[in-house]
């Protein structure tokens, strides 16, 4: 399977969002001095899960798998990473974002129906 590499450009920036909303939740959950920690662990955490767990000869990877794992764990991953910013938007107090981003994230998903085919069936 080839990916359309404007497909992987916008999925880029779908990742780059969803992981900073990471740290928006970070900061603005917790009106304390953790917040400084927060707004940095939490993105840092999100991105390892992202970057370590991996299906072996992902198109939208290098093909390489530091860990691999199922498709359909790697779906469950970036479904709970894409979706799990948006609701830490809603979370953080802004709705309006985490709308837009679920909006947007929807979108992408429906589009790249053959990619979660394909992680379904490796």
């Known amino acids: 399977m080839s990916l359309n590499p404007a497909m992987l450009a916008i999925r880029f920036l779908l990742e780059l969002i969803a992981i900073a909303s990471f740290g928006v939740y970070g900061w603005r959950a917790f009106d304390s001095p953790w917040k400084f920690l ?12 992202w970057g370590t767990l991996a299906v072996p ?59 979660i085919a394909w992680l379904v069936k490796a």
């Open 38 to 49: 927060l707004v940095v662990l939490l993105p840092l955490i999100a991105a390892a899960l």
């Open 57 to 115: 000869g992902d198109p939208s990877r290098s093909g390489e798998a530091p860990v691999s794992v199922p498709g359909a764990v790697r779906l469950v991953i970036e479904l709970a990473i894409f979706f799990g910013g948006a609701a830490l938007l809603w979370a953080a107090g802004l709705p309006k974002w985490a709308l837009i981003s679920v909006a947007v994230l929807v979108l992408y998903q429906a589009l790249a129906y053959d990619r």
